[in-house]
């Protein structure tokens, strides 16, 4: 379908001249960073941007998310599009040296939700100064606790975001490192893994490292689990299926000549097929608890299931890439392979078609190579003009 030429102009205008305003939304919401579900300052931060500009929204839904309503009277009561941000920040200690830092210790926008605002609170105030040229209602959803099991996704659903109206395609961008700035990425189809944790306490018998015999050695068994899990996913599982199983956490608090009683272990679980993905850890169940009983100890298992794989819609998909071509250059859109790394807008994904993107933010000059979650992780502001763009263009 031809794009209106003249209105693609006219937001690549006011997303230019709202550029200083959005990086001033950035800069305070990467200075004031909020943990999943604890998003109450971030939330009324947003909407005294949207009541500012006479948008109505709604806050405190899925507890502290926002949802705004750009519409005219000639659009439907009944459908729309949905753009989606999230809002919650890491448990992590900064360590740029910028003005706009974060100001609270252990606490850092390392992921790029601060920019996934912003984008959005920009994105919102261009398509309600042209909503009457728009040919739908925009929905915009500012979402809580997307770092963090069960998924803010999850509260936002089961609290109607959905409808009401109905949503008919839905869209989300997220910082990508791996990308220079002014460029996106797409990716048809299943790209990103479902998640699972999974938690362990291994319940010894402790004793003297000297005499071993007399003791059930919780870090042997512990070290027996990781390894032999593996053989679920290398012999088990199917070897077109994507999956993988991690442990980044053992802890056992003995000494060089203490065996202690007891040993946690923390791991994840990914892949990108439902029904191996309810068998895996059926296995991985089963097989940590029989090691752990052959061997003499006990063992406290909790697996907590998380997010599913996130599927864009090859439509939806497809289509907001060719409008990227036409805007961007077809030498700025990038082709993303499968990623098992997780996103909770999966669970919109598996109700609505979507369209989940990538943004580049990367500038080697100035020294911004880091990925997310690293304490140093940050973007070049210029990545907001095309973020703003790109989430209009899907708005369209």
């Not at 803010?152 to 009401?164: E, F, H, K, P």
């Not at 439509?315 to 805007?327: F, G, I, P, Y």
């Amino acid at each position: 379908m031809p794009m209106n030429t003249t209105l693609v102009n006219l937001i690549q205008y006011k997303a230019e001249e709202l550029f200083e305003k959005v990086r001033s939304f950035r800069e305070h919401l990467h200075q004031n960073p909020e943990l999943s579900y604890e998003e109450f300052e971030t939330m009324r931060y947003v909407s005294s941007i949207l009541t500012e500009h006479n948008i109505p929204h709604q806050t405190s839904v899925g507890k502290t998310g926002v949802v705004a309503m750009i519409k005219s009277e000639h659009h439907s009561n009944h459908t729309c599009v949905a753009l989606r941000a999230d809002l919650d920040a890491l448990p992590i200690q900064e360590e740029n040296d910028v003005p706009y830092r974060s100001k609270i210790n252990g606490k850092m926008h390392a992921c790029g939700h601060d920019v996934h605002t912003s984008i959005l609170l920009g994105t919102a105030i261009i398509l309600n100064s042209i909503k009457e040229q728009l040919p739908h209602a925009v929905k915009l959803i500012f979402q809580p606790g997307e770092e963090k099991n069960p998924g803010g996704a999850t509260l936002m659903i089961a609290d109607g975001v959905l409808n009401d109206p109905k949503v008919t395609q839905m869209y989300a961008l997220h910082v990508f490192p791996d990308l220079e700035t002014g460029k996106l990425g797409f990716k048809e189809g299943i790209y990103m893994a479902s998640c699972d944790e999974i938690h362990l306490t291994i319940n010894g018998k402790g004793g003297h490292g000297a005499t071993p015999h007399e003791c059930v050695d919780p870090i042997a068994i512990g070290a027996g689990i990781v390894l032999q899990l593996q053989q679920i996913v290398s012999r088990k599982c199917d070897p077109k299926i994507p999956s993988v199983l991690t442990f980044g956490h053992f802890e056992a608090l003995g000494a060089t000549n203490i065996i202690p009683s007891k040993a946690k272990l923390k791991g994840t679980f990914r892949t990108m097929n439902e029904p191996w993905r309810t068998k895996a850890l059926e296995l991985i169940e089963k097989q940590i608890k029989s090691m752990a009983e052959s061997q003499g100890a006990t063992v406290d298992l909790e697996i907590s299931k998380g997010y599913p794989y996130l599927e864009n819609d090859p439509k939806t998909t497809q289509e907001l890439k060719s409008k990227a071509e036409q805007v961007f250059g077809i030498e700025n859109i990038v082709d993303l392979p499968i990623r098992l790394t997780s996103e909770d807008f999966s669970f919109y994904s598996h109700e609505v078609p979507v369209c989940f993107f990538r943004l580049g933010v990367r500038n080697e000059e100035r020294g911004i190579i880091y990925g997310v979650h690293h304490p140093r992780f940050d973007i070049d502001e210029q990545s907001l003009i095309t973020g703003m763009k790109a989430m209009c263009l899907a708005a369209l």
